[in-house]
């Protein structure tokens, strides 16, 4: 079973920016109760869209600079990258049907 993986500022390029398919980051910090919220439904999305979709965690707190290069001003914040380009950005805690939907066309 797939679960989301954690990215930093060293791994974040290979991860995600050379990924040869979608790569969905979750944007979070440890205080931050959403996030916490969110996180099974994304492994359930992970395990589930295994294969044609990644799903990375950041954490902001540790990873200040992508927060910052990325405009991330609250959280949960989670942006699609598709061939290195971000193409979707889906914000806050929703569950899973909705973020599944923000999802479509994309995987």
Known sequence: MSEAINVDEQTF???????????LVDFWAAWCGPCRAVAPVLDQIAAEQEG?????KLNIDEN???????????????????????VREII??????MIEE???GII
Request: aromatic share 4%; no cysteine; hydrophobic share 40%.
């Open 92 to 97: 806050g805690a929703m569950p899973k049907p």
């Open 52 to 56: 044609k979709l990644r799903i990375v």
């Open 64 to 86: 200040p600079n992508l927060a910052g290069r990325y405009r991330i001003t609250s959280i949960p914040a989670m942006k699609v990258f598709k061939n290195g380009e971000e």
């Open 102 to 104: 923000h999802l479509n």
């Open 13 to 23: 390029d290979r991860v995600v920016l050379q990924s040869d398919i979608p790569v």
